[in-house]
């Protein structure tokens, strides 16, 4: 029977022995013992990392010589491809959150055995990558050809090496991000709940166990929604790590900064071009848009928070609210600090916002910081004079920070420069926007895709009235409101939806 890969021969041609990979049988297939075969090859790369960290200097030079020659010849296979990714933090010192960045791409059905697969969800839930380990889980549960029993095997054999680890390197139980693993450890729990899974004493599964699920009724369907609702919750831990710790209002520079009094509060913001115009212009706007945050309010949301001038506001409006702002900008943080009322609730997170996780190119603008935009086409429109600076940013999904949390959001306000398409598209195409009782968007009335979120807010939103609030030539801000009351006394305009 074929061997599923010739590194080790070849490396031992040269003097280097590694752990061999599993024999896969003619066809592969889903029969056979794939799952044993999948902790095998995990236990495989785990030896690679171990022996490869400890090596000499030497050695890690000849392996990762010979893997780019492979590489860049075209010989290497993918299986391959994807150990070269997973070892590369041990033969190059790359960083190690690059280890499955450099390898997801490589995972997919077609492209590897159902052993394989197995294997790269249990070294990735061991790595305590579980988004990627639980869309693999999701993958072979779509394979009819795979019996129910055995895609419960192999999700709680991967899920358990996650506890297993997690259990030995837990995250310290006075960080900010305490609740949030607290939470995930739940959820994974409930996950195995629904398989209708129990551990023995000696933390093995129970092949009746397995029978028992399958003979309850769990259908493939559900376990294809479980993983997916899985994904989400693990996506949105994803989010957290973008939280932006021990803000410091010290931090702002009297010399770069412009500090203003707007009705008997005192407030500061970044000193460029356009500042004096957006004092005398956009804060009064931006207290007409607070002015629809409910006292009573227990979440308000701020997309594009700038200095946070409004989220301020907002905590007036709403004593009590948690306050979560978005701000990718951080040049602005310590604004937000400065700005923010001393006893009011707020999280910052500073990333972007787009219609998926990964990272992207901010250009900041020099000549007016409020029009910063993960679009450059938004930003050099507003810097003609000294132009935009260029930095790399976290994007990550508005539906992810929704899904965390659990209240429904009484105000959410997106003013994120060009990127309200594929943050509305996203939130109505996962039914987070269910989640919203009231939604401020900056709307232009010239521009296409802001016309598209227009008419996907209408036709299924299921708001019951737009309110313009701050009208301008061109375009305005717009209140969704679920509400039906009279708010004419509030806004110069409204339109009825129901």
Known sequence: MPTSSSLTEQLATLGIHMPPWPEEPEGGGATGDWIQRGQAYAEGVRLWRAQLRNAPESTKGVVDQLLRHLHDTGQLGVWDQLVYGAIKPEVQGSPDYERWQACTKLISPSALTLAQMQGVAILCAKDQDLTIAVKIIADI????????ECVIEGAFIAIHEFIEEYAENPCANNSS???????????????????????????????????????????????VKCSDEFTQLLRSLRLEESRVQGLDSSQVNPSLSAFFEYKGVRMATNQDKATEYHIRESTSKLERLSMFVPED??????????????????????NEAEIYLVEPDSDMHCY???NMPRKSHYVLYGCALGGAQGTGTF?????????????????????????????????????????LIEDRIDYLKIDIQG?????????????MLDKVDILALESSFLDYNSI?????LKSSGGFSQALIVNSVYGGADILWHRSKADLSGLCS??????
């Open 419 to 431: 990127q309200e398409m594929a943050v509305i598209n996203d939130l109505a195409d996962t039914g």
């Open 452 to 456: 598209r979120c227009t008419e996907i």
């Open 297 to 318: 309010a227990k979440v308000v949301i701020d997309c594009g928070a700038h200095a946070g001038l409004f989220s301020a506001m907002a905590a007036n409006q709403a």
């Open 363 to 403: 250009f900041k603008s020099l000549d007016s910081s409020q029009t910063s935009s993960l679009s450059r086409e938004a930003t050099d429109h507003f810097s003609e004079e000294n132009g935009h600076k260029e930095r790399t940013v976290e994007v990550n999904r508005l539906s992810d920070l929704l899904f």
């Open 493 to 498: 305009g409204i339109y009825k939806l129901t």
């Open 141 to 148: 549960a779509r394979d009819e050809a795979i019996g129910l």
């Open 336 to 338: 937000i600090a400065y």
């Open 177 to 223: 991000t305490w609740a949030h693993e607290v939470k995930l450890l739940g959820d994974i729990t409930n996950f195995l709940v629904k398989f209708n899974q129990a551990l023995d004493s000696s933390n093995a599964p129970k092949a009746t166990h397995f029978q028992e699920a399958c003979n309850s009724g769990l259908s493939r369907l559900e376990i």
